[in-house]
C-alpha cells in the first residue's frame, strides 16, 4: 500500500523539498502545511499514515499539534492514527522529549541524509519502532537526567500486564530491540511484538517511547539499568 504522508514545516523551501523527495520515491504527499493548526486540520482530513512535524511553529507548534492530532483525529479506513515523526534541528533538546511524551512515534534531525529519513517513513509506517536501541538508551539518560514531574502516564498501573507483558516492558524500556528481546525470553520475534502491542492497548500508549518512559517513570527499570 502507498505510504501517504503530511509534511509540516513554517518554511515553505524545507516543505518543497521534503515533498519532492517523498513523491520522488513513490510516496503520496497528501498535504503540507505551515504551522500545527493546519496540520491538525490536513491530518484529520486526509489521515496521514506518518507526519512529518517540525516543532517550532508559528499559531502552534509541533509538540501541542501532535498532542492534539493523537486526540481529536478519528482513524478511518482501516487506517491507524498518524505516526508522527518529529523533525529538529538540535539533538535531544528539550522539545523533542516532550513531543515524544506527547505520543510522537520518533525523531530525526533535519540535516538527517535522505536515504536515512526514507527509511524512517517506511519503518515508521509498518508500525515499527523508529527508535534504535542506542537512541533509546538517550532517552533513557535525559529523562533520568531531567525528569517531568508534571507528567503521568495515562496508566502507570502495571497490574493489568501479565508477568510476560511486564518482562517484555522491561526490556524495552533498558533499550532492547524486538529481536533481543526474543533471545533473551526464549520466544519468537513475532510473539514479542503481539506483547508489546498488547502493552500499549492496556497502558493507552501511541509509542514505543512513551513504553519507555512507562517502564522508567513506574519503577519497572532503574536509571543505569540500560544493557550494552
Same mark, same amino acid.
Given at each position: 500500500?502507498?505510504?501517504?504522508?503530511?509534511?509540516?514545516?513554517? $518554511? @515553505?523551501?524545507?516543505? %518543497?523539498? +521534503?515533498?519532492?523527495?517523498?513523491?520522488?520515491? /513513490?510516496? @503520496?504527499?497528501?498535504?503540507?502545511?505551515?504551522? &500545527?493548526?493546519?496540520?491538525?486540520?490536513?491530518?484529520?482530513?486526509?489521515?496521514?499514515?506518518?507526519?512529518?512535524?517540525?516543532?517550532?511553529?508559528?499559531?502552534?507548534? &509541533?509538540?501541542?499539534?501532535?498532542?492534539?492530532?493523537? @486526540?481529536?483525529?478519528?482513524? /478511518?479506513? /482501516?487506517?491507524?492514527?498518524?505516526?508522527?515523526?518529529?523533525?529538529?534541528?538540535?539533538?535531544?533538546?528539550?522539545?523533542?522529549?516532550?513531543?515524544?511524551? %506527547?505520543?510522537?512515534?520518533?525523531?530525526?534531525?533535519? #540535516?538527517?541524509?535522505?536515504?536515512?529519513?526514507?527509511?524512517?517513513?517506511?519503518?515508521?509506517? =509498518?508500525?515499527?519502532?523508529?527508535?534504535?536501541?542506542?537512541?533509546?538508551?538517550?532517552?533513557?539518560?535525559?529523562?533520568?537526567?531531567?525528569?517531568?514531574?508534571?507528567?503521568?502516564?495515562?496508566?502507570?498501573?502495571?497490574? /493489568?500486564?501479565? #508477568?510476560?507483558?511486564?518482562?517484555?516492558?522491561?526490556?524495552? &524500556?533498558?533499550?532492547?530491540?524486538? =529481536? $533481543?528481546?526474543?533471545?533473551?525470553? +526464549?520466544?519468537?520475534?513475532?510473539?514479542?511484538?503481539?506483547?508489546?502491542?498488547?502493552?500499549?492497548?492496556?497502558?493507552?500508549?501511541?509509542?514505543?517511547? $512513551?513504553?519507555?518512559?512507562?517502564?522508567?517513570?513506574?519503577?519497572?527499570?532503574? %536509571? &543505569?539499568? =540500560?544493557?550494552?
Amino acid at each position: 500500500m502507498t505510504i501517504r504522508v503530511l509534511v509540516v514545516d513554517d $518554511q @515553505e523551501l524545507v516543505r %518543497a523539498g +521534503f515533498s519532492a523527495l517523498l513523491r520522488n520515491e /513513490g510516496i @503520496e504527499v497528501v498535504g503540507e502545511a505551515s504551522n &500545527g493548526r493546519e496540520a491538525v486540520e490536513l491530518a484529520c482530513a486526509h489521515r496521514p499514515d506518518v507526519i512529518l512535524m517540525d516543532v517550532r511553529m508559528p499559531v502552534m507548534d &509541533g509538540i501541542a499539534a501532535t498532542r492534539t492530532v493523537l @486526540e481529536r483525529c478519528e482513524p /478511518g479506513d /482501516g487506517r491507524a492514527l498518524p505516526r508522527i515523526l518529529i523533525l529538529t534541528t538540535f539533538d535531544l533538546d528539550e522539545y523533542v522529549f516532550t513531543a515524544l511524551r %506527547a505520543g510522537a512515534a520518533g525523531f530525526l534531525l533535519k #540535516d538527517t541524509r535522505p536515504v536515512e529519513l526514507l527509511a524512517a517513513i517506511r519503518i515508521i509506517a =509498518q508500525g515499527d519502532a523508529l527508535l534504535s536501541p542506542a537512541i533509546t538508551r538517550r532517552l533513557i539518560a535525559e529523562f533520568t537526567r531531567s525528569p517531568d514531574p508534571s507528567w503521568r502516564p495515562p496508566n502507570v498501573r502495571l497490574e /493489568g500486564l501479565t #508477568d510476560r507483558e511486564v518482562d517484555v516492558l522491561r526490556l524495552v &524500556g533498558t533499550g532492547r530491540a524486538n =529481536q $533481543q528481546i526474543a533471545s533473551d525470553l +526464549f520466544v519468537s520475534e513475532a510473539t514479542v511484538k503481539t506483547h508489546l502491542g498488547r502493552i500499549m492497548t492496556k497502558l493507552h500508549l501511541t509509542s514505543r517511547a $512513551q513504553a519507555v518512559v512507562v517502564a522508567y517513570e513506574s519503577g519497572l527499570v532503574k %536509571a &543505569g539499568s =540500560q544493557h550494552s
